[in-house]
């Protein structure tokens, strides 16, 4: 079946970076767009933005535009999210989603990434 | 950027209720690219309704959406015990894609 799995959770402190990893499994990974999308705690989910595994192209969300990087490594069926400069209000739940009719099915788990100093 | 705003905030029912959830979008979404979110505490939401009325794999008929244009919505024809939870909306017609606040649909 398809599934996502996410890499675990991770303590920054602030102005560092974070690297999120999502391996998908049980589908052709260059043939679906992953998107990312953030939860912080008691907050809306976020999208911060999608890459296209097959070409590497990817858009960004103008509220990450600058700190944030989608990459992928088809080898490893593997999609990535880094983003810099970590204040406070990046502590959130992250999460890879596969593209499914414009709409995110399925999800990864979920990443905590907890930024204190 | 679409502002998607959900009614009620928290709707309380009883298992075997109907649950009627709406979502309004702040401009008209295109072609109805609009989805529906089940979350439950600890976990990555699921995808319920995709295009505004298509249900996704596995996701039972008691779950419908409707709606085009700025107003959509979710129905629950009978709610069953694992229905409460969170539910969000999603339009995807145009970057960046967003989210409603959520609708909390608890057990009265």
């Known amino acids: 079946q398809v599934q996502l799995v996410q890499s675990g959770a991770e303590v920054k402190k602030p102005g560092a970076s974070v690297k999120v990893s999502c391996k998908a499994s049980?589908?052709?990974?260059?043939?679906?767009?992953m998107h990312w999308v953030r939860q912080a705690p008691g907050q809306r989910l976020e999208w911060m933005g999608w890459?296209?595994?097959?070409?590497?192209?990817?858009k960004y969300s103008q509220m990450f535009q600058g700190r944030v990087s989608i990459t992928r490594d088809t080898s490893a069926s593997t999609a990535y999210m880094e983003l810099r400069s970590l204040t406070s209000e990046d502590t959130a739940v992250y999460f890879c989603?596969?593209?499914?009719?414009?709409?995110?099915?399925?999800w990864g788990q979920g990443t905590l990434v907890t930024v204190s100093s | 950027e679409i502002v998607l705003t959900q009614s009620p905030g928290t709707l309380s029912l009883s298992p075997g209720e109907r649950a009627t959830l709406s979502c309004r979008a702040s401009?008209?979404?295109?072609?109805?690219?609009l989805a529906w979110y089940q979350q439950k505490p600890g976990q990555a939401p699921r995808l319920l309704i995709y295009?505004?009325?298509s249900r996704a794999t596995g996701i039972p008929d008691r779950f419908s959406g409707s709606g085009s244009g700025t107003d959509f919505t979710l129905t629950i024809s009978r709610l069953e015990p694992e229905d409460f939870a969170v539910y969000y909306c999603?339009?995807?017609?145009?970057?960046?894609?967003?989210f409603g606040p959520g609708t909390k649909v608890d057990i009265k």
């Open positions: 989603a596969r593209e499914f009719w414009g709409s995110h099915d399925p």
């Open positions: 049980g589908y052709t990974f260059t043939s679906y767009a």
């Open positions: 890459i296209n595994p097959d070409n590497g192209n990817t």
């Open positions: 401009q008209s979404v295109r072609s109805t690219y």
């Open positions: 295009g505004a009325s």
């Open positions: 999603q339009q995807y017609g145009g970057s960046p894609f967003t």
